[in-house]
């Protein structure tokens, strides 16, 4: 991906709502972003918010769904982060620019099964999108 995509993903990443507050303990996490990437070393959750931001500037729909998808089952992604006063959610990569294609994430609770079924569902109503269940070829 081009340096100015990258630029822009990053940019609504560091993009908070007026007076959000990052928990403490992962404000400077976040911070080491941009850090990483001009230091060439990505790691695996940045790799990933930096290609889904890239796919839904490109038109393409991004959705996951499972336990613990807006967090990371290890606390890594980060999709979804939480007002540390009040509670209240906010996803970076929903609003990267106006234009930009929808960016979803969904958690469930522990069932492979349920998750799959549903994304399937999914898949077969909107093929352009790509679900965490499966991706079609089809891109707008």
């Given at each position: 991906?081009?340096?100015?995509?990258?630029?822009?993903?990053?940019?609504?990443?560091?993009?908070?709502?007026?007076?959000?507050?990052?928990?403490?303990?992962?404000?400077?996490?976040?911070?080491?972003?941009?850090?990483?990437?001009?230091?060439?070393?990505?790691?695996?959750?940045?790799?990933?918010?930096?290609?889904?931001?890239?796919?839904?500037?490109?038109?393409?729909?991004?959705?996951?769904?499972?336990?613990?998808?807006?967090?990371?089952?290890?606390?890594?992604?980060?999709?979804?982060?939480?007002?540390?006063?009040?509670?209240?959610?906010?996803?970076?990569?929903?609003?990267?620019?106006?234009?930009?294609a929808p960016f979803h994430v969904?958690?469930?609770?522990?069932?492979?099964?349920?998750?799959?079924?549903?994304?399937?569902?999914?898949?077969?109503?909107?093929?352009?999108?790509?679900?965490?269940?499966?991706?079609?070829?089809?891109?707008?």
């Open positions: 991906m081009s340096r100015d995509r990258i630029e822009a993903v990053l940019e609504g990443l560091e993009r908070l709502p007026e007076a959000f507050e990052v928990h403490p303990k992962l404000a400077g996490q976040l911070a080491r972003r941009r850090q990483r990437v001009e230091a060439g070393k990505i790691d695996w959750a940045l790799a990933e918010s930096l290609a889904f931001g890239t796919l839904v500037l490109e038109g393409t729909r991004v959705r996951l769904s499972g336990e613990d998808s807006g967090r990371g089952t290890f606390s890594q992604r980060h999709a979804v982060l939480h007002d540390y006063r009040t509670g209240l959610p906010h996803v970076p990569l929903a609003g990267l620019r106006d234009d930009q969904h958690d469930s609770l522990l069932s492979e099964f349920a998750v799959l079924g549903f994304e399937y569902g999914y898949s077969i109503g909107c093929p352009q999108a790509w679900c965490s269940g499966r991706r079609s070829s089809a891109t707008s």
